[in-house]
């Protein structure tokens, strides 16, 4: 990532990790076996339904596929089963966000205040770092980060030292890497101006500019 940036990240419905899958699944208290490189998952709805035709999807490896018997009924069956793979989907970006920042010593800060009931935002939450460089000034990072409803992750950021810069482009990537997708320069990524107080700090820029930059240099 890069200082003064807004991230999407969307997900690919047909991959998941099983490390952030198994620990929002436990955040939701569902039903799930695990055997092997296998995870069948289904709803709270069928917790007691043991015959692995009910699940509602299963994951091999990172490959999602979804028991289509289950998308296919009334409008309110298919309804139902949206609202709970929507559920899973903000757990899993949260856990997918969290685990890839609390990995390089990144805090959790808490927001308040989402929204009003009609917002598409279901969480929103900051990560928090501090910079050990000895001169840098503005030593607090805080990036923050919003979860739609369809599992949609949002990232905002301002200055952020290049230590901290480091590792919040190690777990951009990672978070990239959980949902399957790859964000693309202009579309997924979106540059904000960078304010003259920073305009001399090279690592503002994208990560291979500032890169190409210090080549230059030297």
């Known amino acids: ?5 807004s991230s999407t990240f969307r997900q690919n419905l047909t991959v998941m990790q099983h490390a952030p899958l198994l620990a929002a699944l436990h955040d939701l208290n569902w039903t799930f076996q695990e055997e092997g490189e296998v995870i ?6 069928y917790s007691r339904v043991k015959h692995k035709d009910y699940w509602l999807f299963e994951v091999k490896n990172t490959e999602v596929t979804y028991k289509s018997r289950f998308f296919r009924g ?8 949206d609202r709970e793979m929507s559920r899973l989907r903000v757990a899993y970006a949260r856990m997918v966000v969290l685990r890839a920042y609390f990995s390089r010593n990144f805090l959790l800060e808490p927001v308040n205040s989402i929204a009003d009931g009609s917002s598409e935002v279901a969480d929103r939450f900051n990560v928090v770092a501090y910079s050990l460089l000895k001169d840098e000034t503005e030593k607090e990072v805080k990036i923050q ?3 739609h409803k369809d599992g949609t992750v949002v990232s905002d ?3 952020i030292p290049r230590d901290v810069h480091d590792l919040a482009d190690e777990a951009m990537e990672e978070i990239d890497a959980a949902f399957g997708t790859e964000r693309r320069e202009g579309i997924e990524i979106k540059r904000k101006a960078i304010p003259i107080a920073y305009a001399d700090k090279a690592f503002c820029a994208p990560k291979h500019a500032s890169l190409q930059a210090a080549a230059a240099a030297h």
């Open 1 to 5: 990532m890069s200082c003064f940036e």
């Open 40 to 45: 069948r998952v289904s709803g709270q709805r």
């Open 74 to 81: 009334s409008r309110a069956k298919v309804g139902f089963l």
């Open 145 to 147: 980060f919003e979860i």
């Open 157 to 159: 950021s301002n200055y």
